[in-house]
C-alpha cells in the first residue's frame, strides 16, 4: 500500500506572516499613534485651562478699582458738583458710571490734560451690587491711588469738613514713591453713600489734608433723585461748611498722628 502523501504547501505561504496581517498591524500602530497624540493634545489643553482658571482670580484682582461691572453713563445728568479747587488745575474730568443692579457712581478728576489727575472725588450710592469689605475698599483706595500694583495702605490722620471727620490714608511703606498723596474714605448709612478718592495736590501732608478738606467742602448736591436722605444730609451739612483756611487749621492740628509710630491700619474704616 502507497503511503498517503500530504499536498505541498503553497510557496507564498513559506515566508511567514502573511502580507495583509502585516498591512493590519501597521495600520494599528498608526491609529495607536494618533490616538495617542490626540489625547496629549487634550491633556495638554485641560492643563492650560486650569491654570489659567487659577489665575483668573488674579487677573480681576488687577482690573481697576471699582470697575468691573460698571459702565459709562453719557446720558445721565450730574448730580453732584465741586467748585475750582485751584487756579492752576485747568481741566475738570466729570464721568458717571452705572451697575445694572442699581449702583451710581460719580468721578470728578483734577489735573492737567493728557496727564496722570492729581485729585480724585467718587461718590457712590450702592445698589444691589455693594459687596464691599473693608479690605476690598482699601485695596481699590490703593489701587486708584498708584496703578502699579497692590499695595497696603496705612492710616494718616484725619481731616475736618463740613460731613464731619473724614478718615486718611496713605501708601504703606512709601510704595511706589507716593508717600504723601493721601486716600480718604467717608460713609452715611442712612443715607446710603460713600465718598471716597484721593489728592496729590501741595508740596506736604497740611497741605494734602487742607486740599481734600476744601475738596469735601465745596462738593454740593445738584439732584438726589429719589433720595430723601440724600438730600437731607446735604442740606445738614451746608452749615458746617468751612473755608480752606479753617481746612488748613484743621489739618495742622491732626499732624501729631504721623508720627513715626503710627501703626498699621486696621478696623473700620
Known amino acids: 500500500m ?13 515566508a511567514g506572516i502573511h502580507p495583509a496581517l502585516t498591512s493590519f498591524a501597521d495600520e494599528c500602530c498608526a491609529t495607536l499613534a494618533r490616538l495617542t497624540a490626540y489625547v496629549g493634545t487634550l491633556a ?16 480681576v ?8 461691572g460698571w459702565s459709562a453713563a453719557s446720558r445721565s445728568r450730574p448730580a453732584f458738583a465741586v467748585s475750582s479747587l485751584e487756579p492752576a488745575e485747568k481741566s475738570e474730568t466729570y464721568e458717571i458710571f452705572r451697575h445694572p443692579e442699581g449702583g451710581r457712581k460719580d468721578v470728578f478728576h483734577w489735573g492737567p490734560q493728557e496727564e496722570k489727575p492729581v485729585a480724585e472725588l467718587e461718590i457712590y450710592r450702592p445698589g444691589g451690587e455693594f459687596n464691599q469689605t473693608e479690605a476690598l475698599l482699601a485695596a481699590e483706595i490703593a489701587a486708584r ?17 463740613k460731613f464731619g471727620p473724614v478718615t486718611l490714608l496713605r501708601l504703606a511703606n512709601n510704595a511706589g514713591g507716593a508717600t504723601f498723596c493721601l486716600g480718604f474714605i467717608k460713609r452715611f448709612g442712612e443715607a446710603a453713600l460713600q465718598i471716597s478718592g484721593w489728592s496729590c495736590q501741595g508740596s506736604g501732608l497740611p497741605a494734602r489734608r487742607t486740599a481734600i478738606g476744601c475738596m469735601l467742602n465745596r462738593l454740593t448736591l445738584l439732584s438726589a433723585g429719589n433720595g430723601p436722605k440724600l438730600a437731607e444730609l446735604f442740606a445738614g451739612a451746608e452749615p458746617k ?13 491732626a499732624d501729631w498722628v504721623m508720627g513715626a509710630e503710627n501703626p498699621r491700619l486696621r478696623g473700620p474704616l
Open 145 to 161: 491711588m498708584h496703578a502699579g500694583g497692590a499695595h497696603e495702605l496705612e492710616p494718616a490722620g484725619v481731616v475736618d469738613s
Open 61 to 68: 484682582a488687577m482690573e481697576p478699582a471699582g470697575r468691573l
Open 241 to 253: 461748611r468751612g473755608s480752606c483756611a479753617t481746612a488748613a487749621a484743621s489739618a495742622g492740628s
Open 44 to 59: 495638554l489643553l485641560g492643563i492650560t485651562g486650569l491654570h489659567l482658571w487659577d489665575e483668573l482670580p488674579t487677573a
Open 2 to 14: 502507497r503511503p498517503f502523501s500530504a499536498p505541498s504547501a503553497d510557496p507564498q505561504y513559506d
